[in-house]
Structure formats: C-alpha cells, structure tokens
C-alpha cells in the first residue's frame, strides 16, 4: 500500500514574525510548554494551514474399618500369626493410672513469651531521603561531562538517592526527558550546540544540577534540533546529495547513521518515550560542506493526534553565531485520513543561514 503524504506549507507571517532574540525571549515558556505545564503561555510565531466451566476436585470417601461380632474394627492389614505350641505369651508389667493434665490457659501464658499489641498511635518510620536503592546512605548526586569527538558530550549521571527517576535534561534551549536505573545511574550521548556548554538536570521536587564543560569543533558543524512531545509523532527526516526515501543520504529516526561516518551527518536522538510526559528532541549535525537538500518534519496521522494542532520547536546552531529556536504548528487533518503523513519542510527556514555559514567557511 502506498502512502499518501500531505505537504504542508509554512505561512509566510512565520518568517516575518520570527526574531533572532527569540531563543532567549521565550526559552522559559517554552520549557514550561513542554513539561506540560498548564499555566505556561506557549508562543505562537506561525500559522500552518491543514492539509467458563469450573472443575471440581474429585473426593474419595473414606474408608471404614470392618467391625467384627465383638464390636473393635476389624485390623484387616495385620497378619495373625497361629500360637506356637509350648510358648507362653510373656506378662506385662501393671502401670499406674494416669490422667493426662489438661493444656489450659494457664501453661499457654506461661509458656508463650508476650507479644505486644502496638497502640493506635504507632506509625511506620518515613523513609530516609538520603538511603539509597539498598537502604544504605547514599551521597548528593554528581553530573559529569566529557567531550568526545564531533562536537559531542557525554553526561554521566550518579544519584544514587534517586533510583527509577523520571528526570528532565536542559542544554542550550532544547529539553527532554529520561530515566535513571535501578541505581540511580544515568548516561547519554548529547551533541553540544555551544562552545561553553552547560547542561542542567533536575529531578521533580530537588534542586537543579548543573555542569559546564568546553566543546571543541562546532566552528565545523551545522546542527539544526526539532523538539516536541513524544505522543505527537513527530519524525526528523533529513535528505543529502539528492537522495530519495530510502537511500543512502536519507537520514531519519529509521536511519540516523553512525555519527563517525566519514560522509554526511548524522541524527542524535533523546528522550525516553516510556516516561511520564515524554519530551523528545531530535539534534541533526553535519560539516559545513555538507550538500543538505531538504529538511522537514513528518508526522504520521494516528487516532491519537488526528483533528489536533501540534506543536514543536526547531533550534538552529551554526558557526560563529547564538542558537536561533522558532516554534511549528501543525494543524493535523481530521481522524478520515488516518494512515497518511503529513510533511513539513523547513528548508526555507534554514537554507538562508546554512548558505551564509558556508560562505563564511
């Protein structure tokens, strides 16, 4: 079956309402957007048109012993030997009468140790905020960063405090979130779009964590980020030298290429989808004389985002200048056309600002 995709054109007020001081005019609100908040302003720059039986156990009767005509049961699986001739039975002893001494209450309460019945009032001791998955103390959490090559980070996370932990990670306006493990251990790759790179974690209900660390090699590389919830369906698909659906320069979530191949760039993804309030972003980076044809968004059209509007943010990192985020919106088609794939180019919206970085480059 062929899929039927519905492009979707960008209303030419995105572009005149957009501004480069956007990222830092509406980053709070829009992190507030995406951790669902309901009070968060979330700001608009574009329009986008439509396009049972039960078996009982089987019970045996018991069996009774046959009485014979003196009236004691008949002890049928006892073999009776015949008296041999000239042996006398020998005599039993006489026993002194006993009566057994009754059990009573008196040797119960002498015998059982007291067990005290706890009062009314007594409640289970809280559990200790610093006491680790084990219940052993666990120390503050620590955030590492270390980079790695391609303009890359890597974010080491130890809390031991906080096992099995939805959490959210913030760096340079984009956001998403992730899960500790049973050990409160967390490690991702992340590509850096600044050279002083800052990264915060934050945890519901605790103070923030933050890390900075230096980042070589951006001066090379083009990155472009697209962010959204995860229930949105949202896919980052990128095409190079000409490429079609499929080929070798079709990059996307199916297809995000090893990030040390020699040619073309590269999808980093992050998030966890399985958490509580997913965010997810998708980060493209490429060298500089990378030949970028398109760069667009699709969406699948599913029950759950049919007849809705959606919304995402593209950030832009190039040479030499400050991320610049702009936020979509897509109006989705009604539930009818469930099973298409509605697309979004972007590639108006950031073949002027690659063009420029290479010229300077």
Not at 29 to 43: K, Q, T, V
Not at 242 to 248: E, K
């Given at each position: 079956?062929?899929?039927r995709?519905?492009a979707?054109?960008?209303g030419?007020?995105?572009?005149?309402?957009a501004?480069?001081?956007?990222?830092?005019?509406?980053a709070d609100?829009?992190?507030?957007?995406?951790?669902?908040?309901?009070?968060?302003?979330?700001?608009v720059?574009?329009?986008?048109?439509?396009?049972?039986?039960?078996?009982?156990?089987?019970?045996?009767a018991?069996?009774?012993?046959?009485?014979?005509?003196?009236?004691?049961?008949?002890?049928?699986?006892?073999?009776?030997?015949?008296?041999?001739?000239?042996?006398?039975?020998?005599a039993?002893?006489?026993l002194?009468?006993?009566?057994?001494?009754?059990?009573?209450?008196?040797?119960?309460?002498q015998?059982?140790?007291p067990?005290?019945?706890?009062?009314?009032?007594?409640?289970?001791p809280?559990a200790d905020?610093?006491?680790?998955?084990?219940?052993l103390?666990?120390?503050?959490?620590?955030?590492?960063l270390?980079p790695?090559?391609r303009?890359m980070?890597?974010?080491?996370?130890s809390?031991?405090?906080?096992?099995?932990?939805r959490?959210t990670?913030?760096?340079s306006?984009?956001?998403?979130?992730?899960?500790?493990?049973?050990g409160?251990?967390?490690?991702?790759?992340l590509s850096?779009l600044?050279?002083?790179a800052?990264?915060?974690?934050?945890?519901?209900?605790?103070?923030?964590?933050?890390?900075?660390?230096?980042v070589t090699?951006?001066?090379s590389?083009?990155?472009?980020?697209?962010q959204?919830?995860?229930?949105?369906?949202?896919?980052?698909?990128i095409?190079?030298d000409?490429?079609?659906?499929?080929?070798?320069g079709?990059?996307?979530?199916?297809?995000?290429?090893?990030?040390?191949?020699?040619?073309?760039?590269f999808l980093?993804?992050?998030?966890d989808?399985?958490?509580?309030?997913?965010?997810?972003?998708?980060?493209?980076?490429a060298?500089?004389?990378?030949?970028?044809?398109t760069?667009?968004?699709e969406v699948?059209?599913?029950?759950a985002?049919?007849?809705?509007?959606?919304?995402?943010?593209?950030?832009?990192?190039?040479?030499g200048?400050a991320?610049v985020?702009?936020?979509?919106?897509i109006?989705?088609?009604?539930?009818?056309?469930?099973?298409?794939?509605?697309?979004?180019d972007?590639?108006?919206?950031?073949a002027?600002?690659?063009?420029?970085?290479?010229?300077?480059?």
């Open positions: 079956m062929q899929i995709r519905r979707v054109t960008i030419t007020t995105f572009f005149l309402a501004a480069t001081g956007h990222l830092m005019q509406n609100s829009i992190a507030a957007f995406l951790r669902g908040e309901s009070n968060a302003e979330m700001p720059v574009t329009h986008v048109e439509p396009t049972s039986a039960v078996i009982a156990p089987s019970v045996k018991p069996i009774q012993p046959e009485a014979d005509t003196s009236g004691h049961p008949s002890l049928t699986n006892i073999r009776a030997e015949a008296p041999v001739a000239g042996r006398t039975a020998p039993l002893p006489d002194p009468a006993a009566e057994p001494d009754p059990f009573g209450a008196t040797q119960l309460s015998s059982a140790a067990v005290e019945t706890p009062t009314p009032e007594a409640t289970a809280e905020a610093t006491a680790g998955v084990f219940g103390p666990c120390g503050a959490p620590v955030l590492s270390e790695a090559a303009g980070l890597r974010v080491a996370l809390a031991p405090c906080f096992p099995d932990q959490m990670v913030s760096h306006g984009i956001a998403f979130s992730a899960m500790t493990d049973h409160g251990e967390y490690e991702t790759m850096a600044a050279p002083e800052e990264v915060t974690v934050e945890f519901s209900g605790a103070e923030p964590l933050t890390a900075r660390q230096r090699g951006l001066d590389l083009i990155r472009v980020a697209v959204a919830k995860a229930d949105a369906g949202i896919e980052f698909h095409f190079e000409g490429a079609g659906y499929g080929d070798a079709h990059v996307s979530p199916q297809a995000p290429r090893d990030r040390m191949a020699e040619r073309g760039g980093n993804i992050l998030g989808p399985t958490v509580e309030g997913p965010i997810l972003t998708q980060i493209y980076s060298p500089l004389n990378t030949q970028i044809d760069l667009q968004v699948a059209v599913s029950p985002n049919c007849d809705r509007i959606l919304s995402a943010e593209t950030l832009i990192a190039m040479p200048s991320p985020s702009e936020v979509l919106t109006a989705m088609p009604d539930c009818a056309a469930v099973g298409d794939i509605v697309v979004m972007l590639s108006a919206l950031t002027d600002r690659i063009v420029s970085a290479q010229a300077m480059n």
